[in-house]
């Protein structure tokens, strides 16, 4: 989760010198893992039974409590999600509480539970953004993937509630075996509403023991590659033949120049934090290599026992020195969800980027049998 991915120059630079000084300029909130929807896929969703067993959830008087350490250790975004956020009992003032003291909130959602009531709350004070999950373009995708045969329809009414009262809105996208047959529609529907869209092709697998079983229904690493390319083509548009020329002549001529470092490739636990419903906080939500307690421990001792494990981790070798990784999304959380071990390298994630390259090959030539 990336509560900083919409940032401005500016503010980017902000993040970019919390990176090098190590601050928590930026965190997520995991405020409960239940969900009105029961997605194939889910990491997170737990049955209010099984969260009962596990944890129950922190009231909102906690979080603003914890809140109030974090923006002293210099946290200025946040992102709360869930499960679903807009089931958690204190949702409003939460919020109300984490704008007073000065946060930049963005919240994910599914976007299914947006009605007049909630769109007016937010209409009050805007968040920075309203992440919605496009899980379909119909409402049998829905049906299908997520368990909600009127998903879809009750989404764009979210969506329209939200606009109506200019209130900023980005789609996700994650494919999966039943939703990949919607990609043009997904960001066609996206297009049209003027909405900007992420989708994404690689998909972690769950690392929490009881969701588990649910990697079965990801994409395998060529599916994922396809989804990738074809992605792209429909992103870049006309600009997706030079993109792919220069890729692969940077791809070529690649040679690594710099030194290996011992850390994590990405803002987790650098400047961004993660904490789960019960407060477990870690670098992001698939890094399960170092966990600490956040209410028994206080924000302050946790992050830096979270940022000095990073600071110290070593990720594998041989992706320093691959060439691929130009087109690699390798992390510490892809290497350690899929392999259990952060210096290992997460052979998925190997085929699904060897395929890619492969495809952007064979585009290649077909460029140049046209040009000849």
């Not at 601050?23 to 099984?50: D, H, Q, T, W, Y």
């Not at 509403?193 to 009881?210: D, H, K, S, T, W």
């Not at 992001?284 to 981790?313: L, M, P, R, Y």
Request: hydrophobic share 35%; charged share 25%.
């Amino acid at each position: 989760m990336d509560p900083i991915s919409h940032l401005n120059p500016i503010e980017r630079e902000v993040c970019n010198r919390a990176d090098l000084r190590h601050i928590p300029v930026a965190g997520n909130i995991e405020l409960l893992p239940l969900c009105n929807m029961s997605c194939k896929m889910c990491f997170a969703r737990m049955s209010r039974e099984e969260m009962e067993c596990y944890a129950p959830m922190k009231d909102w008087q906690e979080w603003v409590a914890i809140a109030k350490q974090f923006v002293k250790a210099g946290t200025l975004f946040l992102l709360l999600t869930g499960g679903e956020p807009f089931l958690y009992p204190g949702i409003e003032p939460l919020y109300q509480e984490l704008r007073k003291l000065g946060l930049i909130v963005s919240i994910n959602s599914n976007g299914t539970m947006i009605d007049e009531k909630i769109a007016d709350f937010l209409a009050k004070d805007p968040p920075r953004r309203v992440n919605i999950t496009l899980y379909g373009a119909s409402d049998a995708t829905y049906a299908a993937l997520c368990g909600n045969p009127q998903g879809f329809t009750q989404v764009m009414r979210g969506v329209n509630l939200l606009r109506e009262r200019n209130i900023s809105v980005k789609f996700n996208c994650s494919l999966t075996p039943y939703n990949i047959h919607d990609l043009e529609e997904i960001c066609n529907t996206a297009v049209r509403l003027q909405i900007p869209i992420e989708v994404g092709y690689y998909m972690f697998p769950p690392v929490r023991a009881n969701n588990r079983k649910n990697v079965q229904y990801r994409l395998s690493a060529a599916e994922a590659a396809k989804a990738r390319f074809r992605y792209e083509q429909i992103r870049d548009g006309e600009q997706f033949k030079d993109r792919v020329r220069f890729s692969l002549e940077s791809y070529r001529n690649y040679f690594q120049t710099q030194d290996y470092k011992k850390g994590y490739s990405c803002r987790s636990g650098n400047s961004v934090f993660w904490i789960n419903f019960d407060g477990t906080m870690s670098a992001c939500s698939f890094t399960t290599d170092c966990q600490v307690d956040v209410f028994k421990e206080g924000f302050e001792i946790a992050w830096n026992k979270i940022q000095g494990h990073v600071e110290n981790s070593c990720m594998p070798v041989q992706c320093h020195q691959c060439k691929k990784r130009l087109f690699c999304g390798i992390c510490a959380a892809a290497a350690i969800a899929e392999t259990g071990r952060i210096d290992k390298v997460p052979e998925y994630y190997c085929e699904l980027t060897e395929h890619y390259i492969e495809l952007l090959e064979e585009y290649e030539r077909g460029m140049n049998d046209e040009a000849e």
